[in-house]
């Protein structure tokens, strides 16, 4: 990404623009890049913050969503934040409830996009062989619709994770977390306005999972975007942002 990564009081991150927040949050395997469409978009109008989650960091026992989740309250008690709208892709928004569950008054509205939090087949129900790099290829590529998406420099980036010893017993740590940490119990509770798009082609977290998400949710409204996978805001980015964009006018003080 263009813009430059801060380095505060333990904290990584990325900030650009002014004006109300916009809070993203990546996913187990994302990256900040994943949101590069969406900052570009809306930093002339918000104040867009990435904070790069510590799911490396961690001690191991607690390696974990409700961690993550501890973690984004103290970030933004750091930042000062308040009435932040939170978006959230994949593990990023099962973060996001999570957190919206503990701490309400700290969140104006909710964006979901290929959220865990009920349902996710992780890489295609199974591990990566950390062997094989074309295995990793066909697992990333299984992340998105058009399989072009997955780049050499993408998929060189999932096979060096994986193949650290450190990171893959963390991921395997906090996707087993995810998973037990199922949501469906809790999302009545949530009653601010969310917004959740959706790849109609999405394989990891498909498409029964935000329709569940749309009925469980009780102020929710679900977009769809076609020929799209796991992570609409880097596949489909005109039409991710149109949505978004829509919803942020709706919900304007």
């Known amino acids: 990404m ?3 990564l801060k380095e505060e009081k333990g904290f990584s991150y990325i900030e650009a623009g002014e004006g109300e927040t916009l809070l993203l949050l990546h996913g187990l395997m994302g990256a900040l890049s994943n949101w590069e469409d969406v900052v570009n978009e809306f930093s002339p109008h918000y104040r867009v913050i990435l904070p790069i989650l510590p799911i490396y960091d961690m001690p191991l026992l607690t390696t974990g969503v409700r ?12 930042k000062k934040l308040s009435n932040v709208i939170l978006l959230g892709n994949s593990l990023g928004g099962h973060v996001g409830l999570i957190y919206v569950l503990a701490h309400p008054g700290y ?16 890489f295609g129900g199974s591990f990566p062989k950390r062997e094989s790099i074309d295995f990793v290829r066909e697992k990333v590529q299984f992340t998105f619709y058009d399989p072009a998406i997955a780049t050499d420099e993408l998929v060189n980036d999932v096979f060096q994770t994986i193949n650290d010893r450190h990171k893959v017993i963390r991921i395997l740590a906090m996707a ?25 082609d999405d394989k990891i977290t498909p498409p029964e999972v935000a329709v569940e998400f749309n009925e469980l949710l009780p102020n929710s409204e679900l977009h769809w975007i076609d020929k799209c996978g796991h992570a609409p805001m880097m596949e489909r980015p005109v ?12 919900i304007k003080k």
């Open 2 to 4: 263009d813009h430059a």
């Open 67 to 78: 961690s993550l989740s501890k973690f984004l309250h103290k970030f933004i008690k750091f």
């Open 107 to 122: 969140v104006k509205a909710l964006v979901l996009t290929g959220s865990s939090g009920l349902y996710e087949n992780a």
């Open 176 to 200: 087993k977390s995810a998973i037990r940490h199922n949501m469906n119990k809790d999302l009545r509770k949530i009653t601010m306005p969310v917004c959740l798009i959706w790849g109609r």
């Open 239 to 250: 039409e991710f942002n149109q949505y978004l964009g829509e919803f942020l006018n709706k």
